[in-house]
């Protein structure tokens, strides 16, 4: 089964404090990408991350870094030092090939971050 | 750049109205397109998507359909909504590169039904 799970319905930190969001992946093919995705309140998701099966080196971009774990099956995201502007929904989500001539997104439910002042 | 648009922001209508949701991609040809759903639970669910112009999937049997009358336009219809058709719609476009490319999402429509 092709499944991402995202344990956390929502996290609620205080500023500056650094948080963890969590994602754990099913998928039976042995090339995928994984996806984390920040929706704001206006509703748009913004695209953050893209990662490869093939590539487990962790990603640092500003204050965010993200954990890709094969073994464990997780690619985990860490927001360092948060800030009211990183309230949100997050997303992550896992593709795989479908139908033949494209890929599907599989989400998580989504953990809602709030970040108070 | 690549851009997305997606119109009405917001729209309100009564139970059995018809329906009609735009959202044209700039920037790119050929993309793949998507249209999804999002209920007040927060989850996305896949309603439709093509890979060209008229070639249209359906994810989910409902009384919703999609057309893509241009490379770059999508559009989603009902001819009588339902209660059940509230909720936020968002399209969004991908490269045609299998699975590697990431999809990025237009600012999508609040639909509520009443």
């Known amino acids: 089964a092709q499944k991402v799970t995202q344990a956390q319905t929502e996290i609620s930190v205080v500023e500056k404090e650094d948080v963890t969001l969590d994602c754990v992946y099913e998928?039976?093919?042995?090339?995928?990408?994984l996806f984390w995705y920040k929706q704001p309140p206006s509703g748009e998701l913004v695209f953050l991350i893209r990662r490869n099966s093939f590539d487990e080196q962790n990603e640092i971009s500003g204050r965010y870094s993200w954990n890709f774990q094969k073994s464990t099956s997780s690619f985990n995201f860490t927001i360092t030092a948060s800030q009211v502007v990183d309230s949100a929904v997050y997303f992550c989500a896992l593709s795989v090939r479908y139908g033949g001539a494209t890929n599907k997104l599989i989400f998580g439910t989504g953990t809602l971050l709030a970040v108070q002042p | 750049s690549q851009t997305i648009h997606q119109w009405p922001a917001t729209l309100v209508q009564p139970v059995g109205s018809p329906l009609s949701l735009e959202c044209t991609v700039e920037?790119?040809?050929?993309?793949?397109l998507y249209w999804y759903r999002q209920a007040a639970g927060r989850g996305l669910q896949l309603l439709f998507y093509s890979v060209g112009i008229g070639q249209i999937s359906s994810e989910v049997p409902q009384n919703l359909s999609a057309s893509r009358p241009q490379d770059r336009q999508f559009i989603l219809s009902s001819k009588k909504l339902l209660l059940s058709d509230s909720g936020f719609y968002l399209c969004a476009w991908s490269g045609r590169t299998l699975l590697s490319y990431e999809q990025y999402f237009g600012p999508g429509t609040r639909l509520t039904v009443t």
């Open positions: 920037g790119t040809s050929n993309p793949n």
């Open positions: 998928t039976r093919d042995t090339t995928y990408y």
